[in-house]
């Protein structure tokens, strides 16, 4: 049977994951994130994709993002995906995939839901143990949106934007925001909208959505659970 095509519609929000075949180990140094970074950061331009958050883990990929054509997201994932298997097959001296399948994404509402994305993605390192504080993880981009450092990679969302009248507003804001915990029930909606190619956003969001595009954006019979996404 034939897989559907990805559904990446322009300028609508996106939360994008890639993870590890079997969920191996896709980062083994620090030079290979600083790798990704940077074919991720040429193939956004390339395609014309906004990136606004990520976290790069050890064997997996966040993304919040925003196309501005209809393919750019899919192009830009399949452009890094395949440079980066050659470079760490070359680099540790294997061969065959890297990759589990095709990347997940869901759409993202932006009124609400994009915020608590941005916070979800940057909050990985922490649910995973590996820091107390997403200030302390480096491969991500709270350090950018809350802190102000620098990154060419990023293009703020306008409900960013909306944070305050001046960046440090907004990065005060923005750290606000991590004051509290994620509601559960998102995170679930959002683990399971990646997982299943679907919406995250309000029943009225995703009925417009169906309306504009013609396509179902609900699971309409009960599946076997899904495993947990970090």
């Not at 925001?177 to 559960?184: A, H, K, N, P, Y």
């Amino acid at each position: 049977m034939a897989r559907k095509p990805r559904f990446c519609p322009a300028e609508i929000a996106q939360h994008v994951i890639q993870r590890g075949n079997n969920r191996q180990v896709c980062f083994a140094a620090e030079m290979d994130f600083a790798a990704y970074a940077n074919w991720l950061l040429e193939y956004s331009v390339k395609f014309d994709v906004q990136i606004h958050a990520w976290v790069f883990m050890t064997n997996h990929v966040h993304l919040l993002v925003t196309p501005q054509s209809d393919d750019g997201v899919s192009l830009m994932m399949q452009s890094v995906g395949r440079r980066y298997v050659q470079y760490f097959n070359r680099t540790y001296k294997r061969s065959g995939t890297l990759w589990e399948g095709r990347f997940k994404s869901c759409l993202v509402q932006t009124e609400r839901y994009v915020l608590e994305c941005y916070r979800y993605i940057e909050l990985n390192p922490v649910r995973a143990s590996m820091v107390n504080d997403p200030a302390e993880y480096r491969w991500s981009s709270y350090s950018t949106n809350a802190l102000g450092a620098d990154a060419k990679i990023c293009c703020p969302h306008q409900e960013y934007l909306q944070l305050g009248r001046t960046a440090e507003e907004r990065r005060r804001n923005y750290r606000t925001l991590f004051s509290t915990q994620i509601d559960g029930k998102l995170v679930e909606d959002l683990r399971f909208a990646t997982q299943k190619g679907l919406v995250l956003g309000t029943e009225r969001f995703k009925d417009e959505v169906e309306v504009l595009f013609g396509r179902k954006m609900r699971v309409g019979v009960a599946g076997r659970p899904l495993r947990a996404m970090q």
